[in-house]
């Protein structure tokens, strides 16, 4: 989608190794949001950032953190990966927050075996 | 938790009939919106309804919202094949985030 990428697209890990995951935008958007889409859940916020290091927690945070070091990039980490968290990874921006409307990226499937 | 849920799951129809899909949610919002999805791709936002609002339009769209039943629906007019995707609303609670429902998958019959 336009001004928003998420990289990878496509990964396989191991169960116990970490994985970071990428979002990168180029609007200059102050909010980032991290989701993930899961059959019969639909999408989930796992942590939300409203600035450069101001980060909050969503409704599914354990066993994930994150970081905004600088605008446009929001980094997704499992530091010790588990097959539950085998999903689908969107990352959204916006330039209100709940005011507005939310721009997805292509997200990003990943699989722990 | 406080994501919306969508009614009915899953929703086919032939081409140019119209489509309606409902939203429910539990607390007071400020807003509301729906997003579609197709199938491997991100979410395309579609619509925003604040709480002071009953009724949007958009092309072929209308969204109603009735605060006093926490429910919204979509309507999409005349719906065409390339309507055939995954219909999501989401609602705010704390201000800074939305919570998404399960969706209702619409499937349009050429």
């Known amino acids: 989608d336009a001004g928003i990428t998420q990289s990878p697209r496509h990964k396989v890990t191991e169960t116990g190794t970490p994985v970071t995951l990428r979002c990168h935008q180029t609007?200059?958007?102050?909010?980032m949001y991290w989701y993930r889409q899961d059959p019969g859940h639909g999408l989930r916020l796992i942590h939300y950032?409203?600035?450069?290091?101001?980060?909050d927690k969503g409704e599914v945070s354990d066993g994930y953190s994150v970081s905004r070091s600088k605008t446009e990039d929001f980094l997704l980490t499992l530091e010790s990966a588990t097959s539950s968290q085998t999903s689908v990874y969107f990352c959204?921006?916006?330039?209100?927050?709940?005011?507005?409307?939310?721009?997805f990226g292509s997200g990003t499937r990943l699989t722990v075996v | 938790s406080q994501q919306g849920e969508e009614d009915p799951q899953a929703l086919s129809i032939q081409e140019g009939e119209n489509a309606t899909m409902n939203c429910s949610y539990k607390?007071?919002?400020?807003?509301l919106q729906w997003y579609r999805q197709n199938s491997g791709r991100g979410l395309v936002h579609l619509i925003l309804?604040?709480?002071?609002?009953r009724e949007k339009h958009s092309g072929r769209l209308r969204v109603t919202l009735d605060t006093s039943k926490k429910s919204s629906s979509l309507l999409i007019t005349a719906s065409r094949a390339a309507d055939t995707a995954s219909y999501f609303c989401?609602?705010?609670?704390?201000?800074?985030?939305?919570?998404f429902g399960t969706g209702t998958s619409l499937t349009v019959i050429p």
């Open positions: 959204a921006i916006s330039a209100q927050g709940a005011r507005d409307g939310y721009t």
């Open positions: 609007e200059n958007h102050r909010y």
């Open positions: 950032s409203y600035g450069v290091k101001d980060t």
């Open positions: 607390t007071s919002i400020n807003n």
């Open positions: 309804i604040r709480s002071n609002e």
């Open positions: 989401a609602t705010d609670v704390l201000g800074n985030q939305f919570y």
